[in-house]
């Protein structure tokens, strides 16, 4: 679930990140209560390397048409400016209609860089599901119907010198 949810119980994790050698803990968030000001001083103040947000798009509005709620740039940018954009790596899905070309990536870049300062961005293919899992028949559909082809994004970050590939791994998933 969504750790800002339970500062509680997120303040205690972080006592014991403090007092182990944990390497380079790391927490992904929805971001949708970085807008309290208790959540953002608990994250500025953690032993975190890294605060994965999840972004899915430039627009305020079509961001929250795809996270079910509104986190607007300025509450974000805010909190990111107290936690340290250093500290912050946007992760946004390609999602077809949406985030799904070279032009839009740009575009998702340039609001990264200069809207929230975060230079940190990954973004990810939406994973294919199992039909007849425990997943529900509109995510399945939701995932089928929104996925992107990567091939033609791939070739255009290759001929731009401006991109370097790296690879990363986090949890279960390689970026």
Do not use: W
């Not at 996270?67 to 899905?93: D, E, H, V, W």
């Amino acid at each position: 679930g969504e750790p800002t949810m339970y500062c509680d119980e997120l303040a205690r994790i972080f006592q014991v990140i403090r007092k182990t050698e944990c390497h380079f803990p790391v927490m992904n968030t929805n971001g949708m209560l970085l807008k309290q000001n208790h959540v953002t001083e608990l994250l500025a103040n953690s032993p975190l390397v890294m605060v994965n947000i999840s972004r899915h798009h430039y627009n305020d509005d079509v961001n929250a048409e795809i996270m079910g709620y509104n986190s607007s740039t300025n509450n974000l940018s805010y909190a990111i400016k107290s936690i340290s954009p250093n500290r912050i790596r946007l992760q946004c899905n390609l999602i077809g209609g949406y985030i799904d070309t070279y032009g839009e990536i740009m575009q998702f870049i340039a609001y990264s860089h200069h809207a929230l300062k975060v230079k940190n961005i990954a973004f990810a293919l939406l994973t294919p599901l199992p039909q007849g899992s425990y997943y529900k028949e509109e995510i399945i559909d939701y995932v089928k119907r929104h996925s992107v082809n990567l091939d033609d994004i791939l070739e255009q970050i290759g001929g731009n010198k401006h991109f370097v590939f790296e690879k990363y791994r986090g949890g279960v998933a390689c970026y």
